[in-house]
């Protein structure tokens, strides 16, 4: 029997060769990116999936707020894992505290600037359960200057990660510390990635180690057996109030504390001051069903092709019927030759996968699943082919075998025609409202990203070199470094900051006694240059001035959101004295008020800003001179070397760095236009085999109205005009759709556009222009065919 079912599949697929390529062609494409999205979808999934006891395990954040405006923080300072673990002994296990960063690495001649070099207490390896190659995870990092390296770093640093235990390295110039630990590959996907990863104790003789404002790495713990976080969250403002009861009755504001599930760190969103990596689960679940609806459209060329022919093979079926065959047996052969077509798509989608995914994963900036067990990926293989044979097969096997031997022998295929038609036409539909949708998506994305990327942000961003101070050398040089730069004719100014726009900007408590007003705000710390560096426009009061001593110190600005928070004017708040009561007792007079300006991503809103004068800075801002930017990249690295020869040169451009805020919603962009090209062209790809169906079934019919003087153009309107309406009708049930789920995809951003009712008429047109080049092909074939060929028989 399976020998039958094998002659008459492989006889099925040679006598209709266009139906059986287009169908092969549609599957393998639609599989192939549903299978690039699967994995891209896996390997979000899996993360931080294998960290152990993860229903006790958590990262402790900050709530803080800006007037009345809640928010989380990611971290927290040093203080806060000894304490919780002495405070709260019968509930915490323990914890772990992780600081990242970057540092210089010397060995020999060789250096490496590395961004991926981490700090962390000695229990980390087993807290996390990371395997090492090489090396005891207890006692790896128990030592002062032990350090423990991924696989790839000791392979780049020493060609074989066999030789790096037991080696050393010059780290920051400062000190050495020696590999004591090999990290294996991580058994998942995690929420930090680790290049290098010393022990804490290198900081614990800090001034600021021990300091409970000074917060900047991540503190997680493990809580016992038959513990929860809703058992302890009663007992954490009572732990604030201890520990920083004092700076909260002084500052009239206080922060918070809650722990956050260790599975819910990666997709977590509107986190502040963050530093672990992150995904975002709307895009997750939005590519997931896409790649399902891909899937379903290109199952759906399958079951319109299967039953536009499914009148052609109605004498087969009936003859069948007649010498016996059962209804099962008859859908046993359609899901035999579906399985057969299938399997060959499928084995081809796995390789047209295999070759596609290092240029799509450069191209898109996304990751793919590690090495899959062979076992999973055989299993995902033979399950999605049953799955789609079933899908393709299943309806036109049991719509085939119900036709009517009596019917269908005596050349009576009208009835099976109208059965199928209003499936085919609702096939078509259905495909052709999901690629319009795919389509307007892309656009919409497009303007946004377009709306973000040139939206006056009240700062100049072109042309401004950024450059980060990651050594000690450039910052206690920095005025050095500023003359030198000055020096060069294309170098219009220099500014130190400590928060650049599009980049984290701490918060203070805001007291203006005069107006017996405490409020919030974020805090720009600067030297007296950065109003001409960034550009920045006074709307009220004056600029700092270099040549008043006072200005270094005693004087501060406002934006006019804080203004407008304080409830004055921007005349009266010149001259009114502040404190930020979260730095100092110092009285600041404010001297002007700046218009307000993104100082952080369009995904926020403007808050309340505070500019003060202050030696802190974390970057360097270079306003250069268009026509000279190779020649000031030139100058800055010269003058880099002469202050900081041991650290390699950095630099990005502002507005570089102010597109990067977006790249996931590029991202989202690319992703959206590449499939939404592979959803129109599978469903123009059953078009083309349909309207090749209609044109054969209506040859005689062509062929009369030829002979009664039909133009060809009023044949291909005829032949077309079905399709047409079909196209128009996925146009009106696309459109509410995206609009719903693109306003809501909107509301991740402050700052956004108006959809627009042109862009729906728009991606319609542009598939039914595509979507008639495929038909138009068999429509004029069929117009300007001889009509004696098609009536001669009759």
Same mark, same amino acid.
């Given at each position: ?176 510390? /020696? ?69 909260? *009755? ?202 973000? *990327? ?62 017996? *007003? ?36 005693? /004087? ?22 502040? /404190? ?189 222009? /595509? ?24």
């Amino acid at each position: 029997m399976f020998n039958n079912y094998l002659k008459i599949t492989f006889r099925q697929i040679l006598k209709n060769k266009t139906a059986s390529l287009i169908n092969y062609a549609g599957l393998s494409i639609g599989l192939a990116a549903a299978m690039i999205i699967g994995l891209f979808v896996y390997n979000e999934w899996q993360t931080d999936k294998l960290i152990p006891e993860p229903d006790r395990t958590y990262r402790l954040l900050r709530v803080s707020n800006i007037n009345n405006e809640p928010y989380d923080i990611g971290i927290t300072s040093a203080p806060f894992a000894p304490a919780l673990e002495q405070d709260f002994a019968a509930e915490v296990a323990e914890t772990v505290r992780l600081l990242d960063g970057g540092s210089l690495i010397e060995l020999g001649e060789k250096r490496f600037q590395e961004d991926n070099y981490f700090y962390a207490d000695a229990n980390f390896l087993t807290f996390f359960d990371l395997p090492l190659l090489y090396g005891d995870p207890g006692s790896a990092l128990k030592d002062l200057h032990n350090v423990v390296v991924s696989k790839a770093i000791a392979r780049k640093y020493f060609g074989d990660e066999k030789l790096a235990m037991g080696e050393t390295i010059r780290v920051d110039n400062s000190y050495d510390a /020696v590999i004591t630990g090999v990290l294996d590959e991580l058994p998942g996907p995690m929420h930090f990635q680790p290049d290098l990863v010393e022990s804490t104790l290198e900081l614990a003789e800090a001034t600021w180690w021990s300091g409970w404002w000074n917060n900047n790495l991540c503190t997680y713990m493990r809580l016992k057996e038959g513990r929860t976080a809703a058992d302890l969250a009663p007992f954490l403002p009572g732990f604030m109030d201890k520990y920083f009861g004092e700076d909260f *009755q002084r500052n009239g504001n206080r922060i918070d504390l809650r722990l956050q599930a260790v599975r819910d760190i990666y997709f977590a969103k509107d986190i502040r001051y963050d530093p672990m990596r992150h995904g975002n689960r709307q895009a997750v679940n939005i590519f997931f069903i896409t790649a399902l609806l891909l899937i379903v459209i290109a199952c759906a060329n399958y079951i319109n092709l299967a039953t536009a022919k499914a009148v052609e093979r109605s004498k087969e079926v009936s003859i069948h019927k007649v010498l016996g065959s059962g209804r099962m047996r008859i859908v046993a052969q359609m899901l035999s030759e579906s399985l057969m077509l299938t399997s060959a798509s499928v084995l081809t989608a796995a390789l047209l996968t295999k070759w596609a995914m290092p240029g799509f994963e450069q191209l898109f900036a996304v990751e793919f699943a590690a090495d899959l067990p062979i076992p999973m990926i055989v299993g995902g293989l033979l399950g999605l082919t049953l799955i789609v044979s079933l899908l393709a097969g299943l309806y036109p096997g049991w719509m085939l075998s119900s036709f009517r031997p009596a019917f269908a022998l005596r050349g009576s295929t009208q009835a099976g025609n109208r059965n199928t038609a209003g499936l085919r036409k609702g096939l078509i539909i259905f495909q052709f409202a999901l690629s319009v949708g795919l389509l307007c998506s892309t656009i919409f994305v497009r303007q946004q990203l377009n709306y973000l *990327q040139n939206k006056e942000l009240g700062f100049d961003k072109e042309h401004v070199l950024l450059l980060p101070i990651n050594n000690p050398d450039i910052y206690n040089k920095r005025e050095n470094f500023r003359q030198q730069l000055l020096r060069d004719p294309g170098v219009q100014e220099v500014a130190f900051l400590s928060g650049v726009p599009g980049g984290d900007h701490d918060a203070t408590s805001v007291q203006v006694p005069e107006l017996n *007003q405490n409020i919030r705000m974020r805090t720009a710390f600067v030297d007296l240059n950065v109003v001409s560096t960034l550009g920045l426009e006074i709307v009220a009061g004056r600029d700092f001035n270099p040549e008043l001593s006072a200005d270094s110190t005693q /004087v501060v600005m406002l934006n006019e959101r804080a203004v407008a928070d304080l409830g004055t004017s921007q005349q009266e708040i010149i001259g009114k004295r502040v /404190v930020m009561a979260s730095f100092d007792t110092i009285p600041r007079t404010v001297i002007g008020v700046v218009r307000d300006y993104h100082f952080t991503s369009l995904h926020d809103a403007i808050e309340p800003l505070i500019i003060s004068p202050s030696f802190w800075a974390r970057a360097i801002a270079v306003k250069a001179e268009g026509s000279r930017i190779p020649q000031i990249i030139s100058a800055a690295e010269t003058a880099w070397n002469a202050q900081a020869p041991d650290f390699p040169f950095e630099y990005q451009f502002l507005d570089e760095r102010l597109d990067r805020l977006y790249q996931s919603e590029a991202q989202q962009g690319r992703l959206f236009a590449l499939f939404a090209g592979i959803a129109i062209f599978i469903a123009c790809l059953g078009m083309f085999g349909l309207a090749s169906f209609a044109a054969a079934t209506r040859t005689k019919e062509v062929g009369i109205r030829k002979v009664l003087g039909a133009s060809i153009a009023s044949i291909v309107s005829l032949l077309s005009i079905d399709f047409i309406k079909l196209i128009v009708i996925a146009m009106v049930i696309a459109s509410p759709i995206v609009w719903y789920f693109m306003q809501d995809w909107l509301q991740n951003f402050a700052y956004r556009i108006d959809l627009q009712w042109w862009v729906f008429i728009a991606a319609g047109l542009g598939a039914l222009v /595509v979507a008639m080049i495929s038909v138009s092909y068999q429509s004029i074939r069929a117009a300007v065919a001889n009509p004696v060929e098609s009536l001669k028989n009759e």
